[in-house]
T-cell receptor
Framework: DQQVKQNSPSLSVQEGRISILNCDYT??????FLWYKKYPAEGPTFLIS?????DKNEDGRFTVFLNKSAKHLSLHIVPSQPGDSAVYFC?????????????FGKGTKLSVIP | GAGVSQSPSNKVTEKGKDVELRCDPI?????LYWYRQRLGQGLEFLIY????????KSGLPSDRFSAERTGESVSTLTIQRTQQEDSAVYLC?????????????????FGEGSRLTVL
């Protein structure tokens, strides 16, 4: 039972345009959401996060939007650059337990075409 | 070192053998996690260590899997009697502090992973 779903395994975008990566979740207890980026042969690296008390968080070219009623979040990258080509993982955690035990989606491979 | 270090980077083993994977977290990071990523899948939580507290083993898939960590240092993940379905990239991550104890983005710092192939 996948609690975090990234339904698009891949996405291709032209350089300079907007990339929109989507993520849906089923567990209403999730209260913290993160995006990680992963290059081949490297570990995932943290990109941006959002708490459930917010609906938007922005960091430079990256913005994450959270729609709690729809249990949906999205990552917008604008403008997209070739160096953004990577696999993007959506992750979520529940309160309690004192840890950031994250539940990850399967990832979306973004290709930014020069 | 500056980042999370894992060894070996690649391990090929025969079915039924035991393997041990090692993780050196970032110095000062009290929390340590093991995840695995099987082909075409997302990252799957295995186990979490926080300081000297009892580890959260809820993600371990079977009793063939075990992990140890001494204090806030090195951790080893052991897989006994490996099976082909154990083939995956095993990722270790560490973080600075527990959730809820001050500002923390929830950022986990991952190592490059240990790719295990069971023939």
């Amino acid at each position: 039972d996948q609690q975090v779903k990234q339904n698009s395994p891949s996405l291709s975008v032209q350089e300079g345009r907007i990339s929109i990566l989507n993520c849906d979740y089923t567990n209403s207890m999730f209260d913290y959401f993160l995006w990680y980026k992963k290059y081949p042969a490297e570990g995932p690296t943290f990109l941006i996060s959002i708490s459930s008390i917010k609906d938007k968080n922005e960091d430079g070219r990256f913005t994450v939007f959270l729609n709690k009623s729809a249990k949906h979040l999205s990552l917008h990258i604008v403008p997209s650059q070739p160096g953004d080509s990577a696999v993007y993982f959506c992750a979520a955690s529940v309160p309690g337990a004192g840890s950031y035990q994250l539940t990850f989606g399967k990832g979306t491979k973004l290709s930014v075409i020069p | 070192g500056a980042g999370v270090s894992q060894s070996p980077s690649n391990k090929v083993t025969e079915k039924g053998k035991d393997v041990e994977l090692r993780c050196d977290p970032i110095s000062g990071h009290t929390a340590l996690y093991w995840y695995r990523q099987r082909l075409g899948q997302g990252l799957e939580f295995l186990i979490y260590f926080q300081g000297n507290s009892a580890p959260d083993k809820s993600g371990l898939p079977s009793d063939r899997f075990s992990a140890e960590r001494t204090g806030e240092s090195v951790s080893t993940l052991t897989i006994q009697r490996t099976q082909q379905e154990d083939s995956a990239v095993y990722l270790c991550a560490s973080s600075r502090r527990r959730r809820g104890t001050g500002t923390n983005t929830g950022e986990l710092f991952f190592g490059e992973g240990s790719r295990l192939t069971v023939l």
